[in-house]
């Protein structure tokens, strides 16, 4: 029997973020709003915007952004603040 040892890392975020999401840019100011709303109401700077959107199968996203986030937790209340300013 052979055993295979992986080592794992203390903190194994990778330095992008987690994705979130993917959005058209034309979108950016509204989760750019959401994003200062829940950060002044919870005091979690951990969202922030990318600009190298990938598909699931790697291939860039024309004209899109992403979402991420350096911490991987519960969401529920961002998307609560993006649907309210979405309306």
């Given at each position: 029997?052979k055993?295979?040892?992986?080592?794992?890392?203390?903190?194994?975020?990778?330095?992008?973020?987690?994705?979130?999401?993917?959005?058209?840019?034309?979108?950016?100011?509204?989760?750019?709003?959401?994003?200062?709303?829940?950060?002044?109401?919870?005091?979690?700077?951990?969202?922030?915007?990318g600009?190298?959107?990938?598909?699931?199968?790697?291939?860039?996203?024309?004209?899109?952004?992403?979402?991420?986030?350096?911490?991987?937790?519960?969401?529920?209340?961002?998307?609560?603040?993006?649907?309210?300013?979405?309306?």
């Open positions: 029997m055993i295979i040892i992986i080592e794992v890392e203390e903190n194994p975020i990778p330095k992008t973020g987690h994705l979130l999401t993917n959005f058209s840019s034309s979108k950016l100011p509204l989760y750019q709003k959401a994003i200062e709303i829940y950060e002044a109401a919870f005091g979690d700077n951990t969202l922030f915007i600009n190298d959107p990938r598909d699931c199968n790697g291939r860039r996203v024309d004209y899109s952004l992403e979402l991420r986030a350096t911490e991987c937790k519960d969401r529920s209340k961002f998307w609560n603040i993006f649907r309210i300013l979405e309306k």
